[in-house]
């Protein structure tokens, strides 16, 4: 083959290798998002565990539902600004969770609730009564990154734009669990209008992992392709 021919090879065969390495480096995280989906259902899917007994191990509590008894303390609630529902702007009232048997507080997610502002609501409002018992899954606060910006919102009292456990830790008389419990829906029990929507369990997926991978290979394969009729039509050129 001649000196074009060759760089056509080469850069085809370079191409498509990188393709190739793409392609299976998706595949590589498909498979680690399936090994996660799993592990969270096992988690979801297992019997509520009482709080009490979740123990230390907080890596591997995420989605795992629990049981809670305890007694809300609304002074130090909180909104959780710009969560919306149906395309309705909105906040979640996270409120803390004194349970029975435990000394330390617990952060519970209760649910959405509409603000036109998707900051602003009244909390007295959705007050549910103040001991309760009801299943939740637990969940745990973002990585705490280097960031100097205050988490509470301007817009709103008590209305926060983020989740930071440090700055959490100081609006509050006692300590809190490193993890929040978000509240599940009641089983066969409708919707309430007096008490925040209940969240469910995220939906879980794939991901687009595959359909990535796909179009990397057809990217490799057209790589070599297009090199191969480069070379026949130069070769072919040469022969006329």
């Given at each position: ?153 301007t817009r709103s009292p008590r209305a ?28 066969g029990v409708p919707p309430a209008s ?47």
């Amino acid at each position: 083959m001649r000196g074009r021919q060759w760089l056509a090879l080469t850069i085809g065969l370079v191409a498509a290798f990188v393709c190739v390495r793409l392609g299976l480096w998706q595949l590589d995280r498909r498979s680690e998002r399936q090994a996660h989906n799993d592990s969270v259902r096992a988690n979801a899917e297992a019997a509520p565990t009482p709080l009490p007994q979740l123990g230390l191990l907080v890596d591997s509590l995420r989605f795992r539902r629990v049981v809670m008894h305890g007694r809300w303390d609304y002074h130090h609630e909180i909104a959780l600004t710009g969560r919306s529902r149906n395309g309705s702007p909105g906040v979640h009232i996270l409120t803390p969770l004194v349970p029975n048997g435990i000394d330390h507080a617990v952060l519970v997610n209760r649910g959405w609730v509409y603000a036109p502002d998707a900051a602003s609501i009244d909390f007295d409002r959705w007050r549910e009564g103040d001991n309760v018992t009801f299943v939740g899954y637990v969940q745990l606060f973002p990585d705490q990154e280097a960031d100097p910006r205050d988490p509470r919102s301007t817009r709103s009292p008590r209305a926060w734009h983020r989740l930071d456990t440090a700055a959490l830790a100081r609006t509050l008389p006692y300590v809190i669990e490193p993890y929040y419990v978000v509240a599940l829906p009641d089983s066969g029990v409708p919707p309430a209008s007096d008490r925040p929507a209940r969240l469910d369990l995220p939906q879980l997926g794939s991901g687009p992992h595959l359909s990535y991978a796909i179009q990397w290979f057809s990217f490799g394969t057209i790589a070599l392709v297009g090199a191969a009729i480069l070379i026949w039509r130069d070769r072919k050129r040469l022969h006329l």
